[in-house]
């Protein structure tokens, strides 16, 4: 009886140990994570829903896009600031440009009546008395002369230049018409005589040249 007993142990002990008792374990292990796997997901979601950020970091973010807009204007202002105080800088610099090359126009325009007496008083002189027979008349003249020389070596110096326009084309900006009248021989529109002589400062008209123009007959 006992050795019976021994026996039917030791076939259920074989039976439990057996493969196949083994390869329905895997079969319990999937069944068990099926049962799971719907809770599993369910957490997954609840988990990928992100909670509403706090009331303290959105008065942050609004704080942060106020500020990023007053730096925008500030920023914008400066270079606005900038831009005009560039521009009265080059105003100021070409005041100060014109100063330097036009403060001497009144000057020159006083020495121009000099230089109009001296060419009239060499122009008065005939030239046929202006001989080694008359040296006084001779050395006074060519005093004269010499003084009108220097005078306008002067002038082209501080950059004032004689306008004598006789036979060029009549300029508005350079000229002054006193007559029309018809002259044969020359195109009209031309400058047929000049009685007062004109000056440029640095290309600016200081006094326009007095001229009679031709007209067509």
Known sequence: MASLCARAARQSCLRLLSPSAFRATPRLL???????????????????????????????????????????????????????????????????????????????KDLLEVADILEKATQSVPKEEVSSENPHLKNLYDGLVMTEVQIQKVFSKHGLVKLDPAGQKFD?????????????????GTVALVTKVGYKLHGRTLRPALVGVVKAP
């Open 172 to 188: 508005p900006y350079e000229h002054e018409a006193l007559f029309h009248a018809p002259v044969e021989g020359k195109e009209p």
């Open 30 to 108: 999937c069944t068990a994570a099926q049962q799971k796997s719907p809770g599993a997901g369910s957490e997954e979601e609840n988990g990928a829903q992100k909670p509403e950020p706090p009331a303290a970091e959105k008065a942050l973010t609004e704080e942060k896009a106020q500020l990023e807009e007053q730096v925008k204007e500030l920023t914008d202002k400066y270079k606005r600031a900038l831009a005009d105080t560039e521009n009265i800088r080059q105003r100021s610099q070409k005041m100060i440009d014109e100063a330097k090359l036009y403060g001497i126009q009144g000057f020159c």
